[in-house]
């Protein structure tokens, strides 16, 4: 599908087109990938940030309880969420280039690796050498949003810190690839731009990276903007109806690609959304550092919508006549030998 095939289907649709342009979804989904969905769970690592982001609570400027994890107290953490089922976790943290470190993370990653069929990281980006070495110690799989394509957009919300320049962050997707690490999450933070136009750069970004990197694995995610310690004003609003079209519409322009929904939104609409498009789900989150066994002790990065247990999210995607899928199939084998 080339762009302006793309952008026709971010076009206001009747009832009627916007109807068939979701069934086309729900279909391409089921053939692409089954009648699974996998779920994970991010671990928050620390909310420790030297970027000043004005729609973000870890942002710098915020007076709050800063906490970055132990080693140790890190493991406790993903133990309990392997006790929930967990197989697939994601490591994130606020932008902290001494408290969240390569060394940090590369001895953590060497101890959970053994214990997770999956393990990824949203933290601050880093140089080829840097994710190679992170890729020997265990981390298979990088997200790493743009947030916003509007650049005039992007540098009035990023004010100071390494995030502020737009050109180096949009590099460091292709250092991710180059690193050998093979799974690469991008994404836009919708609110913050017109999202036809967000969406149509962050397609265009997707196809260049996979004309060049076309033996990688992509997933695309396009968290909203919730309410946090930064009282942003949100500018550009995104339906419930928009949210479900854009969902639709990446599906049929990328239908290999995984589509990732976390627990911003609400229990209604992601029941709504299984087998729409999506084929990952985050479950039970907590978005504060230490939260699953220590909750609200620090400040969180937003407030969740859908508060409900990992079982009872399992449910609600068996309700649905989908699998979920807590471990890949090869850990699972591999465990039973």
Sequence with gaps: MNVQQFQNLLKPLTESERLHLFQSA?????????????LFAPLYISNECVVTCTYCGFSRQNKIERKT????????????????RFR??????????KQVSPEYLSLIAQKLRPLFASLAIEVAPFDKETYSRLCASGVDRVVLYQETYDRLQYASVHLAGPKKFYEKRIQSAEAVLQSGIRSLGMGILLGLSDWRAEATALFEHLLG????????????SFPRLRPCASDFAIPHPV???DFKQLIA???????????????????????????????????GSRTEPGGYLHPDQALKQFETEDQRSPEEISRAVQAKGLEPVWKDEESTLMEVL
């Design 69 to 84: 994890l132990t080693v140790d107290e890190v493991l406790k953490e993903a133990e309990y969420l392997r006790q929930q």
């Design 239 to 241: 339906s419930d109806d």
């Design 209 to 220: 990276l996979r004309k060049k990197y076309w033996r990688a694995d992509y997933t695309v």
């Design 249 to 283: 519409a990446f599906r049929l322009a990328l239908p290999e690609a995984g589509i990732v929904l976390s627990t911003r939104e609400s229990a209604t609409l992601r029941d709504e959304l299984i087998g729409l498009g999506v084929t990952q789900m985050s479950a």
């Design 26 to 38: 729900r279909t391409l989904t089921r053939q692409r990938f089954g009648r699974t969905i996998q």
């Design 88 to 97: 697939h976790l994601l490591l994130v943290s606020g932008e902290h280039p």
